[in-house]
């Protein structure tokens, strides 16, 4: 169970079963744009926005298929390094599904 501090962040075109999942677990989310305008590959900041000057009792998790469904898109090499290296400042983390970038 995760605490009432927590902020979720996903994109837009995620699974609706994950947002169902995390509604079902008494949490909400907020969703990051993920649309033609940025090819469906949002900027890595915008899941870890407003938290460079983080309040020490808020804290973001970012969800994160990838390859992301339905589109294909797939962060890597240095774009799902800066991914992983923001997630693991301040008081953020990250659930990377599908992760097989790490593996090559």
């Given at each position: 169970?995760?605490n009432?501090?927590?902020?979720?962040?996903?994109?837009?075109?995620?699974?609706?079963?994950?947002?169902?999942?995390?509604?079902?677990?008494?949490?909400?989310?907020?969703?990051?744009?993920?649309?033609?305008?940025?090819?469906?590959?949002?900027?890595?900041?915008?899941?870890?926005?407003?938290?460079?000057?983080h309040?020490?009792?808020q804290?973001?998790?970012?969800?994160?298929?990838?390859?992301?469904?339905?589109?294909?898109?797939?962060?890597?090499?240095?774009?799902?390094?800066?991914?992983?290296?923001?997630?693991?400042?301040?008081?953020?983390g990250?659930?990377?599904?599908?992760?097989?970038?790490?593996?090559?």
């Amino acid at each position: 169970m995760m605490n009432d501090d927590v902020e979720i962040r996903m994109g837009s075109t995620e699974y609706a079963a994950v947002g169902d999942l995390i509604k079902g677990c008494g949490k909400s989310f907020k969703l990051v744009e993920t649309s033609k305008r940025n090819k469906f590959d949002p900027e890595n900041s915008k899941f870890f926005e407003d938290f460079e000057n983080h309040n020490d009792n808020q804290k973001v998790f970012a969800y994160l298929s990838n390859p992301h469904n339905p589109t294909g898109i797939t962060k890597k090499g240095s774009n799902l390094r800066d991914f992983v290296e923001k997630s693991s400042n301040f008081n953020c983390g990250a659930l990377i599904d599908e992760a097989y970038e790490l593996f090559h």
